[in-house]
């Protein structure tokens, strides 16, 4: 299984959309989502999915952040909005079907 996805850079304020396609599994995941990673801190929950289309999020990112799925694709979006600097970090796509997977990681840089 792999889970390819991609990032960018944007000034404070802006937005930016990642995407993230999963290959290789057989059976739809039950769950994808981002984590991200900023220097020198642990990773930590952006927002989730399930199969259903049922979205949560960690408490900074809702109202700013949108996870949505397309299961034909294998695809997960996340819509960021309203960035700031703090949001800067490593993103990674994950999934879980009977086991976590993780993506190689995609860089977002807000700057102010």
């Known amino acids: 299984v792999q889970l390819q996805s991609g990032g960018g850079s944007v000034q404070s304020g802006g937005s930016l959309r990642l995407s993230c396609a999963a290959s290789?599994?057989?059976?739809?995941?039950?769950?994808m989502g981002w984590y991200r990673q900023a220097p020198g801190k642990q990773r930590e929950l952006v927002a989730r999915?399930?199969?259903?289309?049922?979205?949560d999020y960690a408490d900074s990112m809702e109202g700013r952040f949108s996870i949505s799925r397309d299961n034909a694709k294998n695809t997960i979006y996340l819509q960021m909005d309203s960035l700031e600097p703090e949001d800067t970090a490593v993103y990674y796509c994950?999934?879980?079907?009977?086991?976590?997977?993780w993506g190689q990681g995609t860089e977002v840089t807000v700057s102010s």
């Open positions: 290789g599994n057989l059976f739809p995941f039950a769950y």
């Open positions: 994950w999934a879980r079907l009977t086991r976590d997977y």
């Open positions: 999915i399930t199969l259903r289309g049922i979205a």
